[in-house]
């Protein structure tokens, strides 16, 4: 992804209580992370988000037959919160939050975002280098 789209990530830590920001491809891979937080742990988190979205996807039939879409990932930890959902085909918007954030506000936000600019935070999937020698 060529797109800087870090002011995406910065509008998105306007909410009291936002702390960090990451944009994650389907596969685990770091696309873009807000400033505050370092280059190591946006990557180790993009891996994991990458993994919780698989789950959700994957348990979205426990939700009832036909019923089952995954739009959003919301857990709850002792020192705050972890928001994610769909940023367009094959990327995602990780946001972690204090406990005391305003999860409607968040939520908004980063469904405002996301919606506004869906095909800019699409991720194209990759092509085999392989396929071309």
Do not use: C
């Amino acid at each position: 992804m060529n797109a800087d789209l870090s002011w995406v990530l910065n509008d998105v830590l306007q909410v009291r209580g936002a702390r960090h920001a990451i944009l994650v491809s389907s596969d685990g891979l770091l696309l873009e992370r807000s400033s505050d937080i370092g280059r190591d742990d946006a990557e180790k988190n993009a891996a994991a988000m990458s993994s919780m979205q698989s789950l959700g996807r994957a348990a979205a039939g426990f939700v009832g037959a036909g019923q089952g879409v995954w739009k959003q990932t919301l857990i709850e930890y002792d020192g705050g919160w972890i928001f994610l959902i769909a940023a367009g085909s094959g990327a995602y918007l990780a946001v972690s939050a204090a406990l005391e954030v305003d999860m409607e506000a968040m939520s908004f936000r980063m469904q405002q975002q996301v919606s506004v600019l869906g095909t800019a935070m699409t991720t194209p999937p990759r092509q085999n280098a392989g396929a071309e020698a």
